[in-house]
């Protein structure tokens, strides 16, 4: 595109489909990329750039290097649970077969690891073994925590401080500090996106400190994440994951992201 085509105004219409379509993607999506969103309509990356300097003025998206991803504040939990709910509902059955009679589990907030506290909670008719016994779950999830205290034979703990109303659930130092009282065995925790070169990354720096704080609590600690979240772009390291961890997932990943994920060190298991 030459210069005189960059400086000519272009309809107003055009635009706003643009923009709107931008914002779709990451209703779906979560996060979005000048680079793909150039090539997805044939237009500058500079173009890209002014659509979404304009929305997030209009407070509909927060900028990042090299994209966009969507406001923290946005009711984001009730959108994520309508994305792939089966492979999310196979990762939680997966997750629930490690916990074990007696263990003190740690459970993030999140679409995914809510579909994990649903087979801890016996409502999955696809769960096919008996319901762990004497279980204490330490959770920042307000709907995780909501269903497991209603189970006999399980105690909630629910980590305090400010809710994020975009997750349903505590983060920020008083969940830290709470989370650092207890003992745990195991401990699953969600993600925002995972690099096509298998890094494991998050949306925003608070967040993604706590679920760093419940790998490094437990014994064994496990990443959870649908095939929604292969090669998407989020700007936060969920790092450092420590040595041994796990990655649970619903479908195999590229053999890049695969290649990577063993590099750092993550064991992969796949969701029946």
Known sequence: MTSQELRKPEPRALAARRQDEILARLGRDGSISVEAMAARFAVSRETIRRDLKVLAERGRLAIVHGGATRRADEPALALRERDNPNGKAAIGRAAARLVEDGMVVVLDSGSTTLAVASALAGIDPQFDRPVPKGLTVCTNSLPAGLLLCRIAGIRVHLLGGEIERSDEAAFGTEAIAALARFRADIAFVGAGGISADGEITDFAPIPTELRIRMLATAARGYVVADRTKFGRLTPIRLAPIPP??????????????????????????FAA
Do not use: K
């Open 244 to 269: 041994g961890s796990g990655l649970i997932v619903d479908a195999e990943p590229p053999a890049a992201m695969a290649d990577g994920l063993s590099r750092r060190g993550m064991t992969v298991l």
